[in-house]
């Protein structure tokens, strides 16, 4: 492959990411769902998800879980390793904030950090997800930090 057409395959991959984000934050399930080949795979570290297998499970468990809460997620600039012409991997650092339902009808923002392990097919020219793995740092609640701004 020519630098040029590895570069515009790199594109088009974080095209994938980007639309993966917009798409789970405003609830398009079925929009969302045909970025994954039928048999992808997604773990979510830390969470009470299993590993979901196969874009119908995917789409359902994920949209149950994430249906009343609002999302914004947000990934960094990746390293994307172009395998072949039809294979290729990604890493991602991400971070999101998902708003929990509280008592009384009140959200609580929770930020959290970590990365995304991509793992890509090309598909009828088009590349969608075939495995991702969300690898979350540790939770730090940050109302219960007691540093001063004036300690910065």
């Known amino acids: 492959m020519l630098p040029a057409e590895e570069l515009l395959e790199v594109h088009r991959i974080r095209q994938l990411r980007a639309r993966y984000c917009h798409l789970v934050d405003r609830k398009r399930w079925e929009e969302w769902g045909m970025l994954f080949t039928e048999g992808a795979r997604l773990a979510v570290g830390g969470s009470e998800l299993p590993i979901l297998i196969g874009r119908e499970q995917i789409v359902s468990l994920v949209s149950s879980a994430l249906a009343s809460v609002p999302t914004a997620h947000r990934v960094f600039e990746p390293v994307i390793q172009l395998r072949s ?5 990604g890493v991602w650092p991400m971070e999101d904030v998902l708003w929990e339902p509280r008592a009384g ?4 923002p929770v930020k959290r950090t970590g990365r ?9 020219d ?8 969300l690898q ?3 939770f730090v609640d940050s109302a219960s ?6 300690e910065f």
């Open 126 to 133: 088009a590349w969608l997800f075939d495995a991702v793995e």
């Open 105 to 108: 009808g009140e959200f609580r």
């Open 136 to 138: 979350r740092a540790p």
């Open 116 to 124: 995304y392990l991509d793992e890509y097919q090309k598909v009828d």
């Open 145 to 150: 930090l007691r540093i001063k701004p004036d």
């Open 85 to 89: 012409a039809k294979s290729a991997a």
